[in-house]
């Protein structure tokens, strides 16, 4: 079973526990919220155990104990966000997405004229959307990836039927980002 | 060691929609991630956490009226619904907030780092600066705009707020915006010259009450004078002003905000009752702030929540005994709570809604032109945290303060759904917190809930609110009912076509 | 003289890099690459060099590096989505 320690000192915290419980985004965000209060150090305390570091600025003022409660507390924290942020990330992008473009709107022409488009890169097409289907899955001559990708075996006649590879259907937040630029 | 059996893992019915459930007089509170609630008894509950459901039981027919229930939910209906609710999302901020001067002539014991004494000039907005603020605040996607002029104390830099309110006016024309001014102001340097110019444009005016004379007086000191006797002097005679020109009384008079100190918490019936008194229709019962000043001087007047919640039920029943006696009064917290829970709308109250207003929904702009995404992130700036600045007037663009990145940080953190604490509480449908002050009381802007005071104050306003619902007294819930109703002040609209 | 250990497990080495550069004006660094992490030996110039406490440089510096330690992991994890991409595009050029 795996245990968190706290040493305590003046003005200073160590708490070491074991890191399986905790993703390193957590163990950052959690040891990051103190970085105005004190001086913060991350160590390894063997194997698959995290020692954090606390040492108060100001050590006269400084409640160790508290630190070290809110350390724990922040910890679990930053570990449940992150779960839930990773089972909500549609739902998340969603409303921002929404927030965000309806706040912002639409561009205004002078922001569409400084946009970085010229003749070098206005006719990027990185989708292939201009490209004819023939010209992106052409019998002869087309790449192995191109092959594979066209899902059957290729044929030496145009009756050979070719499964084009799946494409992305843009999502309801991709829409609203969409409107949002 | 002594180990407690846990008992058998809960199954809910199958066809129950996913539900949060909280404690509330003695029975079980659902709401469903929509906003429905209802009330269980905690043998029903019980059942439910055993996946038990009657069909043909009284619960059934009610799970099912009230969007419980997969199998009986009009999901187009839930879907509009929701829509409806969170249509603030399709527009950017309606409240501009203009800090006109950080120059004040009283001293208010929970002062937040925005003022100035009376020689400090060099804290006044310029016309310059004030005009950008007015260009970026009309380029706001909400079609309806409210300038509100802030301080120090605006009444000082009333050239500012003159020709702000002439320059709005003017430029509306080319935008068209439903545009709307207030002030907050302490009042104690009102003239007859400026009421008429305000009362004239339409400018609606906030001041601060903190309670009886003896409590605001010494808590708001006015050098020379009495800050309580200028402020009632001049909410009678501002609600004549609005006689004389026609408008209705119980809609159209000085709003007036509470700050409750820790010596504001033995006097909730007194507090209420100067209100009353003072003709005030609204009141606005706010728990002190972490930010600015008052952080110096914290141990004058801070307190427990708990302290804060006991003065809020006692204020509040003392408002629903004045509502029983026939006054029409309500206290702005309730109301706001009440919207969504039984009218399941949204006011856009912007420090009580999923995701915050913080840059979205209302921005502040200092005297220097400096952008924030509140005022509270501009009272952070003014103790040398800068973590709220999202630009300058001077050279900002309207898109670009939205795009901003602290603005993205702000509406992700705020978003209550997707929360540890907040995705499992029952009140998740109806609340919020300002991520500013997670950040100032925590140290992160996601904030950690059952350490937040905000947190604890909105739980507390909304277990009372629930245990009311829970007692059905009929006159009580139709009180709590009217509360909801809004009633627009429309004449303090500019409507784009009279711009 | 003052010795810190930065296991490379939890900082970045670009980071640590970059937080020598910025405190480089208030003191004498070294730094040392060893099996499983860094060393940064950092010796205090007098003040009247334009240095500072060794002590807090080191306390500063290795705040400094557990910051970029951070914004390099989150720059290298893929971004939350379009949302961020929708809002990204021109904040910073528009930002005052």
Redesign the interface.
Known sequence: MSDMQTVLGEGTVQIEFDESFYPKDAIYGAAYVFIDRCYVHLDRAGDKRVRVTLRAKNASTADSKSFAGELENELLGQAWRLSIASENRQLIESITARALGGAAGPPGLDELLAMDIDEATAFDDPLGIAMSWEEKYKKKGGSSEETRAAGSTLGDDDETTRVPPVVPVASPATDETEKAT | MTFVTLGQKPVAPPDLVPVRFRDVAGDVLLTNPWGDWTFVSKTEFADLTRGKLDTASELYTRLGDKNFLRSKIDADKVAAELRHKKRF?????NLHMLIVTLRCNETCVYCHASRADMDAVHTDMTPEIAEKCVDLALQ??SPAITIEFQGGEPLVAFDIVKHVVQYALQRNRAYGKELGFTMVSNLSLMDEEKLKFLVGHKVQICTSIDGPIELHTKQRVLVGGSSYLQAVRWIEKINKAYIDIGLDPTLYHVEALLTTTRDALGKPREIVDTYINLGCRAIFLRPVDPFGFAEKTRAKIEYDRAAYRDFYRTAVEHILDYNRRGEQVLERYAAIFLTKILQGDDPNFLDIRS?SGS??GALAYNYDGK?FTSDEGRMMHETGDDSFV???A????????????T??AL??AS?R?????C?SCTYAPYCGVQPEHSHRT???I?G?M??STLCSVHKGIQDYLFEKLREDDPKTVEILRRWTTVRERTHFVHASAAS | MIELRFHEELYDGFAIDEAVKLYEPYAAFTLVREPGGYIVKIEGRPESEGGADEALVAAELANYALGKTIERSRAATPATGEAKAAADDDATKEAA
Do not use: C, N, W
């Open positions: 999302l399709d527009y950017g901020p706001s996607t995701p840059g979205v952008i999202i630009g300058d001077r050279t900002a663009t309207y898109r670009g303060l939205m795009k901003h990145e603005v993205r509406v992700m978003i759904e997707v929360q540890p604490d995705v925590q140290g992160t996601f950690r059952r350490e």
